[in-house]
Every structure is written in structure tokens, then in C-alpha cells.
């Protein structure tokens, strides 16, 4: 349908290229949606960090959309076949290049990202409650927060999974805290790091508020505490990096701080 405005012509149809080659890797569902087409239906009516449920789930399209988009996505499907191609779907975008990949080829993420700079930022005061889409919850948060520790502290922190990292004035308006995906274990000048990828929404509180099971770190004249978390044992493989490019000089070299993984990478 269109509609003249002076001028003007305008219309409620949406215009949407055709699924491309890249979104069919995994093997082509029937009737499989565009994810622009999805992406732009779950942008125009969720906020980030909703649940999304689809009764009908086929290859997932919706899911993908909604990982890609930092929502939480739950799918029901009876075939076997179409649950099998989603699991495969879901796997593909475990990568990390690949999921900022298909990010950068649908118009509207790009569109979204340059106009609203906290359009996927969750403003939840608890972590959402993770339930399975298949194997694990993906968010979109691909930062890094850098963590510099020598050995002996490396030893004691890293095998933990939870940490509660005091953070000092100054530096709570700098960190984007909400989009931390990653902790990366590194030292000054040397080129050993590990990353994790961090399985909550990491958040910061008082220290009164710091759960049981959390390991204090960097308690000396703190205002607040950032809380993380991640699998202990299971680092993650974020490719070839050079450690000594990102780390910091001077007074703060040893603070954490938190860079984009592109910078890394």
C-alpha cells in the first residue's frame, strides 16, 4: 500500500533482498526467512535482552536473529531434520568472527549501531536467568576486559570462575560493563594471555551485594565491584592476537580495562 505526502511517496511494504549465500551453509530450510527480514521484526518490536519464543522453529532463523540482536531465544520444533540444522546454524555463530560477520551484512544492525549507541546494552539490575537455545545462551557482547596479573595471582584467580573486580573512581564511567564478552589473563610484556568467555551479564555492585562464591579482587579504596563470570579450565580461542599491542603503559598498565576484541584480533 502506498501513501502521497506532498511530494513524497511513501509505503508499508518492506523491501528486503532475497536469503543470501552465507545464510545457507548449514543447509537451506523450505520456506527459510531472510535474517534481515527477522532482524528488522525483532528490532522494531523488543528491547535488548527479551525472550523470544517461537512454536514453530523449523531451521531457526528467529533464534539466530535474536543471538545476533543480544535477545534470548526459545524454539519448538518436532523434525528432527530442521532441529538438526539449527543446531548446526547456532554452532556457526559460536565463532567469533562469524557472528561479527553476519552482524556487518544486515543493513539494519549496521543502521542501528551507527544511530543508537546503547540500542544492545541490557539495563537489567540481575542477570537474565539462562535457559538453553540448544546448548547455551549466546549474547552479542564481544568486548574485552583486560587483566593483567602475574603468575602467582594468575594461579589463584584464573581457576576460580568468579570474580569480583573493585572498581576505583574514574574508572566506572569508562567501562562499558555491559558489553563485556570476554576476560583476557595476561602479564606486562610477555606474550602468554588466556581468554574466557564470560557466561553471565556482567554487572557492578556494592560489595555488600557481592554474592557467595566470589573471588575479591583490587579491594583497596573501591567505590564499586564488577561482577563476572566464566567457565574455569575452558578457555576460549579468539585467533592469532599480539597481546603486546593492547597492553597499557605506565601507572595503570596493571588496572583492567576493557578494549574492543578488534583491537586485539
Known sequence: MKHINGD????NVWRLSAIAPW??????????????LLS?????????????????????????????????????EKEDEFSKI?????????????????????PDIVKAEDTQTDLFMCHESDPIVRLPFLEEEIVERTDVLMYAANMTTRKK?????????????????????SKIGYIMFHYWNNQEATAYR??????????????DGYLLRL?????????LEYVPGKPVDIGAFDIMKVQRKGKGRYMPFVTQLDNII
Not at 47 to 74: E, H
Not at 157 to 177: C, I, Q, R, S, Y
Open 8 to 11: 513524497k511517496q511513501m509505503t
Open 198 to 211: 564470560i557466561t553471565n551479564t556482567p554487572r557492578i555492585v556494592s560489595k555488600q551485594d557481592i554474592p
Open 86 to 106: 539449527s543446531k548446526a546454524r547456532r554452532e556457526e555463530i559460536e565463532d567469533v568472527k562469524t557472528f561479527a560477520t553476519f552482524r556487518r551484512k544486515i
Open 40 to 76: 528488522r521484526i525483532i528490532l522494531a518490536s523488543t528491547q535488548p535482552g527479551a525472550w523470544i519464543l517461537d512454536p514453530f522453529a523449523a531451521s531457526s532463523t528467529t533464534g539466530i536473529a535474536a543471538n545476533l540482536l543480544g535477545r534470548c531465544f526459545l524454539g519448538i
Open 157 to 177: 584467580t584464573e581457576p576460580v570462575g568468579k570474580l569480583a573486580l573493585g572498581m576505583k573512581e574514574g574508572e566506572l564511567d569508562d567501562l562499558m560493563f
Open 23 to 36: 545464510e545457507k551453509a548449514c543447509t537451506k530450510h523450505p520456506t527459510q526467512k531472510p535474517l534481515g
Open 219 to 227: 579491594a583497596t579504596n573501591v567505590q564499586k565491584y564488577l561482577l
